[in-house]
């Protein structure tokens, strides 16, 4: 709330009214029991650090918005970028900004009597709930970076889709790796003895698929993963192959062409490059 001299459409408040008002809301705060009821007064440390602080830890916060103070609005921000249980308060009159329109705010008549004992009534009743739910939400920030559909989750899939991308390159770039191995190592096999060979420098990448393996960001079945896992130790084997091709190259080319053959590798890998294709459509289309 303020603590000096504001302006508003109702008026001029004076210091001594907001003195004089915190005093008044907190004698009916603290008739819920025992409370420690404070404005945000520093000490010794900088007075921002500990508005900060008050605002980030407190379990209930109330929040007066009467003449639209700017401090008082910058706060409320603060306090519901961070943590819900936060109760809104404005002398009845007081036109709300549109973002404040959806929140229960509670308005109060200082006179006459009959309608400040109402306001008591449902202000004691507004923190008490805080205290009673605190994970109820009302703060309008956090519900909107939090869940399918919120802010977090548009976050979330622009990543989802960033990994995708290095996934597939990574894929394309292994798939041809596993192409030149294959050719090379047909070819080296038809040679001669005294014949040069050709060895296929390229490794296969695994940055990407390892993420994936270990993250599991994308919502798909366990199948799934397990088809990912069968990739990646593939990727592992032939890269520790292809580092002993060149000192070994009769053994390590009849491995090579055994595995290609037998396991089918070449399927493997456009399997899972068709499965991360069809994985990208799908967060594509996510709300």
């Known amino acids: 709330m303020p603590f000096s001299e504001t302006q508003g459409t109702l008026g001029t408040h004076t210091q001594a009214y907001?003195?004089?008002?915190?005093?008044?809301?907190?004698?009916?705060?603290?008739?819920?029991?025992?409370l420690d009821v404070h404005r945000s007064e520093p000490l010794r440390e900088n007075i921002?650090?500990?508005?900060?602080?008050?605002?980030?830890?407190?379990?209930?916060?109330?929040?007066?918005?009467t003449d639209f103070n700017a401090n008082v609005f910058w706060e409320l921000?603060?306090?519901?970028?961070?943590?819900?249980?936060?109760?809104?308060?404005a002398e009845h009159g007081t036109d709300l900004p549109f973002d404040q329109m959806e929140k229960a705010t509670?308005?109060?008549?200082?006179?006459?009597?009959?309608?400040?004992?109402?306001?008591?009534?449902?202000?004691k009743?507004?923190?008490?709930?805080c205290l009673e739910n605190p994970n109820k939400p009302d703060s309008p920030v956090l519900d909107n970076i939090a869940g399918r559909g919120t802010i977090f989750e548009l976050f979330r899939k622009d990543e989802t889709l960033r990994r995708i991308d290095a996934l597939q390159s990574q894929m394309n770039?292994?798939?041809?790796?596993?192409?030149?191995?294959e050719k090379n190592a047909k070819a080296n096999q038809e040679k001669k003895k005294e014949e040069l060979r050709a060895y296929s420098t390229g490794r296969f990448q695994i940055a990407a698929t390892e993420l994936l393996v270990t993250n599991r960001y994308l919502d798909e079945e366990p199948e799934f993963y397990d088809s990912v896992e069968v990739y990646y130790g593939w990727l592992?084997?032939?890269?520790?192959?292809?580092?002993?091709w060149e000192p070994n190259p009769d053994g390590t080319e009849k491995w090579?062409?055994?595995?290609?053959?037998?396991?089918n590798l070449k399927k493997l890998f456009s399997d899972m490059e068709e499965n991360a294709a069809h994985a990208r459509k799908e967060v594509e289309t996510r709300v």
Do not use: C
């Open 48 to 65: 921002l650090k500990a508005i900060v602080a008050d605002l980030v830890v407190s379990d209930v916060v109330v929040a007066e918005l």
């Open 106 to 123: 509670q308005f109060y008549r200082a006179a006459p009597a009959a309608e400040w004992e109402d306001f008591r009534t449902r202000l």
């Open 173 to 181: 770039h292994n798939s041809a790796v596993l192409a030149n191995v």
């Open 236 to 244: 592992v084997r032939l890269n520790s192959q292809l580092n002993f």
């Open 77 to 89: 921000g603060v306090r519901q970028s961070f943590k819900h249980g936060t109760v809104t308060i």
């Open 125 to 129: 009743a507004a923190v008490k709930d």
């Open 18 to 34: 907001w003195t004089q008002h915190y005093n008044l809301l907190k004698k009916v705060i603290e008739e819920l029991g025992d």
């Open 256 to 263: 090579l062409l055994n595995m290609i053959g037998n396991f």
